[in-house]
């Protein structure tokens, strides 16, 4: 699975637009790109996937450019119990092992 | 319908006990993965079984081992524990196989190693 790289962390204010870049220069053709997130002491939990372009959903929004080495997860006006960690990953979204990996991910803070 | 659901929450051992770590999949899963999560990283992987197979493993040392049962219930199994074991185990389920996308994450037991 292709590794990503993303901001450790990263500071908000209620209201606002957060955007969490994630690079995977290395992705594979067969490679979707989702999206966790992760409150302290309980499970990740599924945000958003996609492929390529742009996908939404009620929760975020999902920004992929044409080479797919990046990705962006858009959170819009965020509140404070949105803060929490969030993890990019990158790996084939068919029949490839189960193993997901994880980084370090990005501690978002938002503040009142 | 209830989620993925683990037990205990959280658990205290001494260096060189044994612990089992029970997971229940939501109903109609058939797949049961689990996680180690030390404090300040990312989930690592340690095993997936599917249709009580095991399909995946981690780099987990052989103190490590877990099973599915019939019911697609999961037990993970650390023998002769160390203080580095201390973390959140994590199990996750799915439908099917290997979806990246469709894994639903139980709360976790919380292990502390004396």
């Known amino acids: 699975l292709a590794k990503t790289t993303q901001p450790i962390s990263m500071d908000s204010y209620e209201g606002q637009e957060v955007n969490i870049t994630c690079s995977h220069n290395n992705i594979a053709t067969n490679d979707y790109i989702t999206w966790y997130q992760q409150f302290p002491s309980q499970g990740p939990r599924f945000i958003i996937q996609?492929?390529?372009t742009k996908v939404t959903n009620e929760v975020a929004s999902l920004f992929i450019p044409a080479d797919r080495k990046s990705s962006t997860l858009s959170l819009p006006r965020v509140s404070l119990s949105d803060t929490a960690v969030y993890y990019c990953l990158v790996g084939e979204g068919g029949n490839q092992g189960g193993k997901l990996i994880f980084g370090q991910g990005t501690e978002l803070s938002v503040k009142p | 319908d209830a989620g993925v659901t683990q037990s205990p929450t959280h658990l205290i051992k001494t260096r060189g006990q044994h612990v089992t770590l029970r997971c229940s999949p939501i109903s109609g899963h058939k797949s049961v993965s689990w996680y180690q999560q030390v404090l300040g990283q990312g989930p690592q992987f340690i095993f997936q079984y599917y249709e009580k197979e095991e399909r995946g493993r981690g780099n987990f040392p052989d103190r490590f081992s877990a099973r599915q049962f019939p019911n697609y219930s999961s037990e993970l199994n650390v023998n002769a524990l160390l203080l580095g074991d201390s973390a959140l185990y994590l199990c996750?389920?799915?439908?099917?196989?290997?979806?990246?996308?469709?894994?639903?994450f139980g709360s976790g037991t919380r292990l502390t190693v004396v």
């Open positions: 996609g492929y390529k």
């Open positions: 996750a389920s799915s439908w099917q196989g290997a979806p990246i996308y469709g894994y639903t």
